[in-house]
Structures are given as C-alpha cells and as structure tokens.
C-alpha cells in the first residue's frame, strides 16, 4: 500500500505542471472557449491551418502559452536550487538567493535600464551579474583552498548587502518619471512580457542547471553529512559543491534574468515537497521542480486575474512566504536539520 502511494503521488508531481500549463490557458479577461483551445495548439503543433478569428490564436498562443511555460521553468528553477542549497548547506532556513545572485541580477538589470532601452540588454546584463555575484561569494568563501559551509553563506550575505546598496545607488540617479518606474516594477518581478524568444534564450541555462542538479542530486545526500564523511566515501568534496552551485547558479539566473527577483518560491517550495517525499534528494529535488513550476503558475494566475491590473508576482510570494518563514523559524529554532 505504501509503495501505491509513493508512485501515485510521484505521478501526481510528474503531470502537475502539463495540466497547469493546460489550465493557465483559460484564465485572464479574455474568454477562449476549450474547443478553440485545443484547436488552436492542434493546429499550432502540426503546423495546420487555424480556421479561428485571429485574436484566439493571438491570445492562446502568443500570450498565454510562453508566459505558462516560462512561468513553470522560472518556479521549477528557483524551487530545484533552493532544495540544492537547504541540502548543501544542511540548513532549511536557505533558499535559492542565498549567495547573492538575486541581488546580482537585480543590479544588472538596472545597470542596463540606465545605459540601454531595450530588454534584450536586461537580461544580459542581469544574468552575467548574477553569475559574478555567486562568484564572488565562492571565492570568499574559500578559506585555506576549502569551501566550509557558512564561510560561503557569509560570502553570499556580504555580496548581497553590497549588490543591494548598488541598486539603491541606481535607484538615486536614475530618471524618476521613465527609469526609475522601470527598475522598481523589475524588481517586484513579472512574466508580463514573457515571449517564446525569452524562452529560447533563458530556457539554455535553465535547461543546463535543472539537468545538473538532476544528475547530481545523490551527491547532495552525501554532502548534506558534512565534509569529512563525503570525503571518506571518496566524494571530491571542492568538486561537487562547485558543480552544485555552478548549476544552481544556472537555474536562478537564467530565471531571474526574464522574471524579476521573486523571493521565497526557493524557500516554502522545498519544505512544501518534504512534507509529501520525505529528505531524501534523489525525489526532493525532482519534487520540488514540479512544485516549484505549480506554484508559480498558480501565483501568476492569481496575479492576473485577482484586481483589474496586475499584481507582481514578488509581492505575492512574498505574502505566502513570510508566514510561513515565521513557522520555520519557530519550528526550528533558526537552526539546521
């Protein structure tokens, strides 16, 4: 009975986000009959002839579509490198920005609203900066030629603060009636402008971190027992925790960079998928990217459809994941597992 269970609700987990993709394309203000749908992805898919009022296929496809796939790769992304980290690091209380790549991305993507007017720069620039701030937080980390585990949450915290006083520089100078707006409402994050482009570019890194962290997940149960048990079961300790972080950082910039800062889907979701998997890696962590990729869509689609503008995606998260920050901290007494 009990294995019925587990493969039951790993096949839940499995099609969870197909059907919330599926789901995503009927809700907005915009009404789509489900016949019109279907054809619409019919025909979209066999590359047929669409016999529907252009507007359908318009709102099906061009909008709502790429915003649901890149909503599910973006919570998959930070979900999957928040449980990565609560294992490396042997602490719940983690999450996906821990070293800084949050903070990072959020200070290119201004750098780029100052300089350039175009989005394409913004990601660029958000993602290269998200990558050098985990950088930097590794190689601060690194005492005497070891990476211990809260030298590198030191470093991520030293490299936040210093990335979120140049975000607040960029918000001092930047033009308050056409710059300013634009880095604030980046910075509460949105898929508002999610593109099937925005996937074909961001959704490479993305693909590349989920992939790695898939593969190296067993590592991670070995190195959440701490370094000198790893090491004395063979594992490269310095290598492992390099490619972990390396992949994670894949994950969470590719996402930020055509999202926004969201804030604690990298923290609730990991919790979220102990509550039905259990601690173990090998399932937590493809667990938490199908929960991760739910909850976003469920959060974007509440954001859509809940005043008549849209609420940004970060405020919500933020709405959920401060109570249940509290609950953690309570539970734990802001310690480790």
């Known amino acids: 009975m009990y294995a019925v269970r587990k493969k039951t609700i790993y096949a839940i987990l499995l099609l969870s986000p197909l059907v919330f993709i599926f789901l995503s394309l009927f809700i907005g203000r915009y009404h789509v009959p489900l016949p019109a749908i279907v054809e619409i992805l019919w025909c979209k898919l066999t590359l047929g002839y669409c016999n529907l009022p252009d507007t359908y296929v318009s709102v099906v496809w061009d909008i ?44 290119g993507a201004a750098l780029a609203i100052l300089i350039f007017s175009t989005t394409s720069y913004i990601y660029v620039f958000a993602f290269f900066f998200g990558g050098l701030a985990v950088l930097m ?65 961001a959704g490479i890194p993305m693909a590349v971190g989920i992939a790695g962290l898939l593969a190296i997940r067993w590592r991670i149960n070995v190195l959440s027992m701490g370094d000198k048990e790893a090491r004395s079961l063979g594992i490269n300790t310095a290598l492992s925790k390099g490619i972990v972080i390396s992949c994670a950082t894949l994950a969470t910039a590719g996402a930020v960079c055509v999202s926004g800062i969201i804030g604690w889907v990298g923290l609730v979701i990991p919790h979220i998928g102990r509550m039905l998997v259990g601690n173990d890696n090998r399932v937590l962590i493809p667990a938490s990217l199908s929960l991760g990729a739910c909850f976003m869509l469920l959060v974007d689609n509440l954001g859509r459809v809940i005043t008549g503008s849209e609420i940004p995606l970060g405020i919500l998260t933020a709405i959920v994941g401060g109570p249940f920050f509290v609950y953690l901290l309570k539970k734990t007494k802001g310690g480790g597992w």
């Open 64 to 107: 709502r579509l790429p915003r649901a796939i890149l909503g599910a790769l973006v919570g998959g992304c930070l979900a999957i490198s928040g449980a990565s980290f609560q294992g490396l690091f042997r602490n719940p209380l983690v999450s996906s920005g821990i070293l800084g790549v949050s903070s990072g991305a959020g200070f």
């Open 137 to 201: 937080s590794y190689m601060i980390g690194r005492v005497y030629n070891t990476t211990p585990a809260i030298m590198l949450v030191l470093g991520g915290v030293i490299v936040s603060s210093v990335f979120s006083a140049l975000i607040s520089f960029a918000k001092y100078v930047a033009d308050p009636y056409d710059q300013l707006p634009a880095i604030v409402f980046w910075l509460m994050g949105s898929l508002a402008s999610a593109r099937f482009q925005d996937i074909a570019v």
